[in-house]
C-alpha cells in the first residue's frame, strides 16, 4: 500500500481503470481496480480512470494517475531488456472523480498515449514522474529487467506485446574469404582428446512479474518559496541627494584650515595689542 503525503491529511485512494475504443466503448472489462501485469488483452491506446466509490477525499488533495509507452527489444517482461520512453499522459484525479451510485452520464478523465508499432510495453500507474532514465527532479530510472530495475513505481497495471524489432536489423556485412588454418597435428594412437568445454546453462528467468497496485499516494505538496532575510547593511543615499559635508574628504580639509586661521588671526590680534599698549606707557 502506498504511504500517504507528508502533512497526513491526504490519504491513499483506489483508482478504477478502463480501456475504451476511438468509438467510445468500452474494450474489455468494466471498470475495476484489479491489477496485473497481464490484466490486458488488447492495446490500451486510451484509458479512463477514476475513484473507486464510496472514498472520502478532502478538498484539494490530488492524485496523479499517469499512463506511459516504451519501445522495449522483446514482446514480453523477460526479453524487454532496454526501455525508452516514447509517450506519456498525467491526469489528477481529485474529489470531483469520485464514483457515485448513478454515473450513467458523467464523463471521466482520459488517458491517451501512441500506439505501438513494434515490442513496446504500457504502464498506468500512479504518480507523474517520467521513467525515462534521465536526471533531475520529474524523472526516475526506465524500466530494465536484466538489471531488475522495476520502474514505474505504483504499477497499477501493464501490458507487453508486439510482433517486430523497433529497429531494423543491421546489414549483413560481404563475406570475407576463410583463411586457411594450419592442419591439425595428428592425434597420437591411443590418446583420446580431451572434450571440448560444454555451454554454460542459461541464467534462469524470474519466475514473477513486477507487482501492482490500485492505491494511489497523493500528490505531494508544492515546496514553499525561500524569504529572503532583510539586509543588515544600510541602504545607499539616492543618487540624487547631495551627501553631507561630514562625508567629503574636501569639505573635511577645509573646516581643518578655517580654525587653523582663526587661530593666527588671534595671535596676530593679541600681539598688536600688546605693542600698542607698551608704545603709550613709554610716552607717558
Not at 481496480?33 to 473507486?52: C, I, K, M, N
Request: proline share 14%.
Amino acid at each position: 500500500m502506498a504511504h500517504a503525503g507528508t502533512d497526513g491529511d491526504c490519504q491513499s485512494v483506489t483508482v478504477q481503470y478502463r480501456i475504451v475504443g476511438a468509438d467510445g466503448n468500452v474494450v474489455g472489462a468494466d471498470w475495476t481496480s484489479q491489477g496485473g501485469f497481464h490484466s490486458w488483452d488488447t492495446v490500451p491506446g486510451a484509458v479512463e480512470v477514476r475513484l473507486a466509490p464510496h472514498q472520502k477525499v478532502k478538498e484539494g488533495c490530488t492524485y496523479p494517475v499517469s499512463l506511459a509507452e516504451y519501445t522495449t527489444e522483446g514482446p514480453n517482461w523477460f526479453v524487454s531488456g532496454h526501455q525508452t520512453l516514447i509517450d506519456k499522459a498525467t491526469v489528477r484525479l481529485t474529489a470531483a472523480d469520485v464514483a457515485g451510485n448513478d454515473d450513467a452520464k458523467r464523463t471521466w478523465q482520459k488517458l491517451v498515449v501512441q500506439p505501438p508499432t513494434c515490442y513496446g510495453q504500457i504502464d498506468l500507474y500512479g504518480d507523474d514522474v517520467s521513467y525515462d532514465g534521465k536526471e533531475g527532479q520529474g524523472h526516475g530510472p526506465a524500466p530494465y529487467q536484466p538489471d531488475n530495475i522495476v520502474t514505474p513505481y505504483h504499477l497499477i497495471a501493464a501490458w507487453n506485446g508486439g510482433d517486430k524489432p523497433c529497429t531494423p536489423a543491421a546489414p549483413e556485412s560481404p563475406s570475407e574469404p576463410t583463411p586457411s588454418s594450419p592442419s591439425t597435428p595428428t592425434q597420437p594412437a591411443g590418446e583420446v582428446p580431451p572434450p571440448s568445454s560444454s555451454t554454460p546453462p542459461e541464467t534462469p528467468q524470474p519466475s514473477t512479474t513486477p507487482p501492482t497496485t490500485s492505491k494511489v499516494p497523493p500528490a505531494p505538496p508544492a515546496p514553499s518559496t525561500p524569504v529572503t532575510p532583510p539586509s543588515d547593511s544600510p541602504e545607499p543615499s539616492p543618487s540624487g541627494s547631495t551627501p553631507p559635508l561630514a562625508e567629503t574628504g574636501a569639505s573635511s580639509s577645509t573646516g581643518l584650515i578655517a580654525a587653523c586661521a582663526a587661530v593666527v588671526l588671534a595671535l596676530g590680534a593679541g600681539v598688536t595689542y600688546t605693542a600698542g599698549r607698551a608704545r603709550r606707557s613709554r610716552q607717558g
